[in-house]
Nanobody, 114 residues
Framework: QVQLVESGGGLVQPGGSLRLSCVAS????????MSWYRQAPGKERELVAS???????NYADSVKGRFTISRDNFKNTVDLQMNSLKSEDTAVYYC????????WGQGTRVTVSS
């Protein structure tokens, strides 16, 4: 049974930091590209950051220099370190695994507000 379980969301003030984590099970994690997406209220889901099975990374322009994606193929985890958070980062963040098929987590909510 494939599972992607996100954690680490919450309420943070502008300028603060959060670290999201996604634990994967039920598939060969090391062979999959992993990504974080987000969906803000009233908006479409968008790609935030991705990391290939070999560790290559890609970021949305809006988060470059502030967010860092990383993976641990021994622990089957993918993390998203988010610094200098802005109100526009408020969204539900989803973990995604992709190779020939795509898997999604249930999401974790991040609210950036004073």
């Amino acid at each position: 049974q494939v599972q992607l379980v996100e954690s680490g969301g919450g309420l943070v003030q502008p300028g603060g930091s959060l670290r999201l984590s996604c634990v994967a099970s039920g598939f060969t994690f090391s062979s999959y590209a992993m990504s974080w997406y987000r969906q803000a209220p009233g908006k479409e889901r968008e790609l935030v950051a991705s990391i290939t099975s070999f560790g290559g990374t890609n970021y949305a322009d809006s988060v470059k220099g502030r967010f860092t994606i990383s993976r641990d193929n021994f622990k089957n985890t993918v993390d998203l370190q988010m610094n200098s958070l802005k109100s526009e980062d408020t969204a539900v963040y989803y973990c995604n695994a992709n190779r020939w098929v795509t898997y999604w987590g249930q999401g974790t909510r991040v609210t950036v507000s004073s």
